[in-house]
């Protein structure tokens, strides 16, 4: 990934406060958040980490040990506008290449970073931007060291974009996802998919639902009742099985693809992080990612997606529905494992209109009639 290089002598400052960090807080997902004061103000949840823990600079040389990569220096990518650096990844630099080195989280099986690399092969066949693991010493895609899974990356050029550039840039980002679910049809990765982010079941919802603390103001019971019978009764009692299964990315979004260029004359330079990758309907991802709760840009999502891979009638008619899922999906995530209240409420928002809009959504996606 392109993005301005922090060396790891450098001070680390709170992308909120700007005091120079000793100790630092980072969400699930390993991203910065800042120091432990901002961390507390803004009610977010995460892990405290120390400088050390955070640079690992004994870690990182005792992996890049692995790897036949000469004259090597790590850095850590700067904050930018959309991404924030990352306690498990580095950039590694040589003298005339640019890599991109991760640690995997202790809970993720090698079997599922099997699964991962099979599918970046499968991929990088059909000529899509994906990570290109570089061998280790013994060839394998993907080492041991330190107690650790890693793997050594080339990188890819390109931003990420911004909220407003990914709205507008949907359905290039559709047509490209259209074209991966095509690469994807038929095809069984080696390996495992990581069992807790498999496909969602009426029972996966109702367990979620059941955990949530009520929230009358932002999700009143009346609403999230419709949407689990709906969801019960239509999607998974009468669309989802007759839905075609493919292997999907799992978590299609802005942060996860990369872009070249500008806003008259762009292209999507990479697509990352397959850890979610397991076996769906690919309005998995459609909905996860692309899924707007406005007709008009639905519409052109859709559109473009199809001139990649054709959607069949029954994937556009359950569409709507895979939205209101995907829904639940985004609240769940936020409201338990981030912790962001403020995100919760923003997307509560945004499910009370999908509902309301229900069959505008659903006219958004039909196929267009034929006028002979």
Not at 111 to 139: C, F, K, M, Q, W
Not at 327 to 341: E, K, R, V
Request: glycine share 6%.
């Amino acid at each position: 990934m392109t993005a301005p290089l922090r060396d790891i002598d450098t001070p680390l400052t709170c992308p909120h406060c700007g005091r120079q960090l000793v100790s630092l807080v980072v969400n699930p997902a390993g991203e910065l958040i800042g120091c432990e004061e901002c961390a507390e103000g803004l009610g977010l949840a995460g892990e405290s980490l120390t400088l050390d823990e955070w640079n690992a600079t004994e870690l990182v040389a005792e992996a890049m040990d692995r790897y036949a990569v000469g004259d090597w220096r790590a850095t850590k990518p700067a904050a930018t506008e959309t991404q924030r650096p990352r306690a498990h990844y580095w950039e590694i630099l040589t003298e005339d290449r640019r890599y991109f080195l991760k640690q995997f989280h202790g809970w993720f099986p090698p079997e599922s970073i099997t699964y991962v690399h099979s599918i970046h092969a499968r991929l990088a066949e059909r000529n899509l931007p994906v990570p290109r693991a570089v061998p280790d010493r013994d060839g394998a895609t993907f080492t041991r060291a330190a107690d650790s899974y890693w793997a050594l990356y080339h990188a890819l050029d390109g931003r990420h974009a911004n909220e407003r550039d990914w709205m507008w840039g949907r359905p290039k980002a559709a047509e490209t996802l259209g074209a991966l679910h095509h690469a994807l049809e038929g095809f069984t990765p080696q390996g495992e998919p990581f069992e807790p982010w498999t496909a969602w079941t009426i029972e996966t919802v109702d367990r979620v639902l059941e955990s949530w603390q009520p929230q009358p103001d932002l999700l009143p019971v009346e609403l999230l009742g419709f949407v689990r019978d709906r969801l019960a009764h239509r999607y998974f009692g009468q669309l989802y099985p007759e839905l075609p299964k493919l292997v999907v990315h799992g978590d299609y979004v802005s942060t996860n693809v990369l872009w070249r260029g500008d806003a008259i004359n762009y292209t999507i330079s990479g697509i990352l992080d397959f850890e979610r990758a397991h076996l769906d309907t690919a309005l998995f991802d459609f909905a996860w990612g692309l899924g707007d709760r406005r007709p008009p840009l639905l519409r052109a999502a859709v559109a473009s997606y199809t001139r990649t891979r054709p959607l069949s009638l029954v994937e556009r008619e359950a569409l709507p529905d895979a939205m209101l899922l995907s829904s639940l999906m985004a609240i769940d995530m936020q409201m338990t494992y981030f912790n962001d209240q403020r995100e919760v409420a923003r997307l509560a928002t945004d499910l009370h209109y999908m509902v309301r809009d229900l069959d505008s959504l659903s006219r958004a996606v039909a196929p267009k009639q034929s006028m002979f």
